[in-house]
């Protein structure tokens, strides 16, 4: 692969988790602690999927991802999002599948780890997205680098014949951009999600009606 490809993967990929890392900082509302952790784990399985096949990439990405992951599974504590004990079964998992493959000698199982990890761990930040009515903790320029780094490991992955990094990638991109469309939209719309708001709509309906079928009553109120 072509030395320009390398730098913009770095680039793109530090560059999407940095940005939602500044932002937590600031606001974690909306953030899904699953999908964050999800995160470490997959950047785990990774590292040792690009140890296993000698693909100094993946090596040379993934450690700095996995700094800036923990980083951010540190404000999550911080903001009492996750705990210590909800979290490290995130770390625990994929070493053990470092340990199998290693054990049998198939890279594929850390394949297979980071496939559904890819893929599964933006599922709960989809969700959270939305139900969310403040999304104000979600960092657009971070899923939009997200989505742009997933095209661009998709591009990786099919120039070295790898479905375990191409496909995952391309299913992850599509995701992340619909994460974009949500928290560009703006609130959720009590209507559809259900929710605290929704409640709240219905408890002004009913007083209003009230008030409609007694009108006596609430002028006297």
Same mark, same amino acid.
């Given at each position: 692969?072509?030395?320009?490809?390398?730098?913009?993967?770095?680039?793109?990929?530090?560059?999407?988790?940095?940005?939602?890392?500044?932002?937590?900082?600031?606001?974690?509302? $909306?953030? !899904?602690?699953?999908? &964050?952790? #999800?995160?470490?784990?997959?950047? %785990?399985? +990774?590292?040792?999927? =690009?140890?296993?096949?000698?693909?100094?990439?993946?090596?040379?990405?993934?450690?700095?991802?996995?700094?800036?992951?923990?980083?951010?599974?540190?404000?999550?504590?911080?903001?009492?999002?996750?705990?210590?004990?909800?979290?490290?079964?995130?770390?625990?998992?994929?070493?053990?599948?470092?340990?199998?493959?290693?054990?049998?000698?198939?890279?594929?199982?850390?394949?297979?780890?980071?496939?559904?990890?890819?893929?599964?761990?933006?599922?709960?930040?989809?969700?959270?997205?939305?139900?969310?009515?403040?999304?104000? $903790?979600? !960092?657009?320029?971070? &899923?939009? #680098?997200?989505?742009?780094?997933? %095209?661009? +490991?998709?591009?990786? =992955?099919?120039?070295?014949?790898?479905?375990?990094?191409?496909?995952?990638?391309?299913?992850?991109?599509?995701?992340?951009?619909?994460?974009?469309?949500?928290?560009?939209?703006?609130?959720?719309?009590?209507?559809?999600?259900?929710?605290?708001?929704?409640?709240?709509?219905?408890?002004?309906?009913?007083?209003?009606?009230?008030?409609?079928?007694?009108?006596?009553?609430?002028?006297?109120?």
């Amino acid at each position: 692969m072509g030395i320009t490809l390398r730098i913009i993967l770095l680039v793109v990929t530090l560059g999407s988790v940095g940005m939602q890392l500044r932002t937590a900082m600031r606001s974690t509302a $909306g953030l !899904s602690s699953a999908t &964050w952790l #999800g995160m470490v784990a997959s950047t %785990i399985f +990774w590292l040792g999927y =690009g140890i296993g096949t000698s693909e100094m990439t993946m090596i040379s990405i993934n450690l700095p991802v996995l700094v800036m992951g923990l980083s951010l599974v540190g404000v999550l504590m911080r903001s009492g999002l996750t705990t210590v004990r909800r979290s490290a079964p995130y770390v625990v998992v994929p070493l053990l599948g470092w340990a199998v493959a290693y054990a049998t000698g198939s890279v594929a199982v850390l394949g297979w780890g980071g496939t559904v990890l890819v893929v599964g761990r933006l599922l709960p930040q989809l969700v959270a997205a939305v139900r969310a009515d403040d999304r104000s $903790g979600i !960092s657009v320029g971070a &899923w939009v #680098g997200n989505g742009g780094n997933k %095209i661009v +490991w998709a591009a990786f =992955g099919f120039s070295i014949a790898d479905p375990f990094v191409a496909w995952p990638a391309v299913i992850a991109s599509i995701v992340s951009f619909v994460i974009v469309a949500l928290v560009l939209r703006g609130p959720s719309d009590p209507v559809q999600l259900g929710g605290p708001r929704l409640r709240s709509v219905k408890r002004q309906r009913v007083g209003f009606a009230a008030s409609v079928e007694h009108p006596a009553a609430s002028v006297a109120a």
